[in-house]
């Protein structure tokens, strides 16, 4: 039987691809048009200079999915930010039975799979990666990994997977979903070589798939 774990959607987002001068009160009120915003944050180094990256809280798990959905992509001082779940969010954490571990910075969704999601961990079919944690962002690209939105909530990550290595070499693939474990209709696929990536993106962004229509992008954080 193969292990079925789930990405769980807490009420924090992380937030990529800041713009140097991005504040948290421009990220608080950017992000107040999906909810209620209780705590933001950019981090950065000991010069007080932004790392490109921040955090921000809701009321509700709701809330932060409704703010993944809308804000992924879109603009914020002049730079399009990158808007995730935050994987080390308390709440998550609690709910997969983690006690104790220091917060980190949080990591961007890895393709897992086998359907494994829990952090980004496990081997794809055919897949190379083994169980474990994955690597800190470190806000470079590999050029391997292409984020999609837009897939079918019928779709697990057999079928993206199959999907895509129509392309190229597929290493994992791998469909978020909530609590409820239904998809929230986004995921990602990394590729063997960088030029199945870029073939990907040039095939399918912005292509029709059962009635939806997809965006598919190169992943700036893994």
């Known amino acids: 039987m193969e292990d079925q774990s789930t990405i769980r959607l807490g009420k924090r987002c992380f937030v990529g691809n800041l713009a ?4 948290w009160q421009d990220l608080k009120d950017k992000f107040r048009e999906c909810g209620n915003v209780v705590y933001t944050n950019v981090m950065r180094d000991d010069d007080g200079r932004s790392k490109g ?6 009321e509700s798990p709701e809330e932060a999915l409704h703010a993944i959905q809308t804000l992924n992509g879109a603009e914020l001082g002049g730079r399009r930010i990158l808007v995730r779940e935050d994987r080390e969010d308390r709440d998550v954490k609690q709910a997969d039975g983690a006690t104790g571990a220091p917060e980190r910075a ?3 969704a890895r393709g897992a799979g086998r359907g494994a999601a829990n952090g980004g961990r496990g081997a794809g079919r055919g897949g190379r990666g083994a169980p474990g944690a994955a690597p800190e962002a470190t806000g470079e690209s590999s050029g391997l990994q ?10 697990t990550w057999r079928e993206l997977k199959d999907m895509f290595a129509e392309v190229g070499g597929v290493d994992r693939a791998d469909v978020v979903t909530g609590y409820d474990g239904r998809s929230r209709g986004y995921g990602t696929v990394k590729f063997t070589t ?10 399918y962004h912005e292509s029709e798939l059962e009635g939806r229509r997809l965006a598919v992008f190169i992943d700036r954080y893994q």
């Open 20 to 23: 140097w001068k991005t504040s």
């Open 53 to 58: 990256w921040g955090i921000v809280e809701f």
């Open 106 to 108: 949080p990591r961007p």
């Open 146 to 155: 292409i984020v999609v939105q837009g897939i079918p909530w019928a779709y």
């Open 194 to 203: 960088k030029e199945a990536a870029e073939a990907a993106v040039a095939r």
